[in-house]
Nanobody, 126 residues
Framework: EVQLVESGGGLVQAGGSLRLSCAAS????????IGWFRQAPGKEREGVSC????????YYADSVKGRFTISSDKAKNTVYLQMNSLKPEDTAVYYC???????????????????WGQGTQVTVSS
């Protein structure tokens, strides 16, 4: 059974940092891309960042570029999202999701991500 479990969310002041973790199980980690998405109340879900397990390439949305860093620990089957210089507009539920890299041409094709975690709340106060 595929499972993605997020952790690390919480309440932080603007300018602060959080590190989210996404622990994966039930599939061959090296064959999948892992992405982080977020959804704020009343807004559409946004693809924030993703990482390819095959070649380590990464992607960042313009809204987080330079502030967020995605990384992968293959020994732990875990992907991290280090979030620095947080802003109130980063407030959202953050989800990690996975897609087999054999099913997509590019890992940034977010509609293809089929396995999802339950989400973790990030709240940034001003």
């Amino acid at each position: 059974e595929v499972q993605l479990v997020e952790s690390g969310g919480g309440l932080v002041q603007a300018g602060g940092s959080l590190r989210l973790s996404c622990a994966a199980s039930g599939f061959t980690f090296d064959d999948y891309a892992i992405g982080w998405f977020r959804q704020a109340p009343g807004k559409e879900r946004e693809g924030v960042s993703c990482i390819s397990s095959s070649d380590g390439s990464t992607y960042y949305a313009d809204s987080v570029k330079g502030r967020f860093t995605i990384s992968s620990d293959k020994a732990k089957n875990t992907v991290y999202l280090q979030m620095n210089s947080l802003k109130p507009e980063d407030t959202a539920v953050y989800y990690c999701a996975a897609v087999s890299e054999s099913e997509v041409v590019v890992t940034t094709y977010f509609p293809a991500y089929r396995y999802w975690g339950q989400g973790t709340q990030v709240t940034v106060s001003s």
